[in-house]
């Protein structure tokens, strides 16, 4: 077991999202926000046949994240639960993971909708998403299980407020 | 933009899966196959409430990994096409992305089935699965659209054989 693993950037996000402040929390929320995944020109060989693919999974390195705490309250929710059964960007390791919606590719350039990712950010891999991977049925969701209608009535307030720790109340937690 | 990314794994996989050799390609082909995730213990904090979750998405690091082709002939075709395409865990940033049946939470120890990773396997992060974030439709899947039906056909040989480069004929590609 290697106490570290280290990873090189494959790509780089643009995004309308400049800032962590009022990023929504996942691409379902991210309805048409348009944005692009440049990946680095090595890389590029590697999108081969892609643009037959509607949707990719996107890890990439949540890299505002600043710190964690390992029992939080989540934005959605009053009570206490551990971090691992959030989505917060404040993680031992903040990675993110997004399934958003390709549109086309040019040359080394994604150009995707359902952008949750700020501008800027790291992209660490691509994946293609596949129902048959990648969904499940008799799903119990925990005290997750209807929170995020709760998100999604309220409207713009889709974004948790308090990403860094006692800094000004950002995406998070 | 950072030139690399240190991370530090926050746990370990314990499987029947000794080698690569035989791994299935996805969680979906290891129905029932049991296995434990070991969280390490400074990390077991964060645990709190998962039980409740039936799924986890787990972000884990394939130690066996060693290196990539930018363009290749997966198992499941007999064209090449781009690895960002592909599932293959030979990649720039080796990081496998399994969704597992969580059983049962014992202390700091996940018990899990559907476990399709190796035994000492690094994992680098646990979220909650939940069906409203993470599946989509309307789906397009270029070539590898009816490639798993043929997976699934041929039975056993649910793995890839061509894992390590010029060597063993193992999972991969």
Known sequence: MPDTITLTPIGIVRSEYKDPV???????????????????????????????????????????????????????????????????????????????????????VLHIEETDMIDGTPVLDIKPFHPQLDHRSDVRLGWLGDRLDKVKKVGEVIYDQRYVPGGRRKRGD
């Open 22 to 108: 009022g990023v929504p929390i996942n691409p379902v929320f991210c309805k048409g926000v348009k944005g692009q995944i440049e990946i680095f020109p090595e890389y590029a060989p590697a999108l081969k046949d892609l643009d037959g693919f509607s949707h990719i999974h996107v890890i990439s390195f949540f890299h505002h994240s600043q710190g964690y705490r390992l029992v939080t309250q989540p934005f959605t929710d009053d009570e206490l639960h551990g971090l691992f059964t959030t989505r917060s960007p404040r993680r031992p390791n903040p990675l993110g993971l997004s399934v958003v919606r390709l549109i086309k590719v040019e040359d080394n």
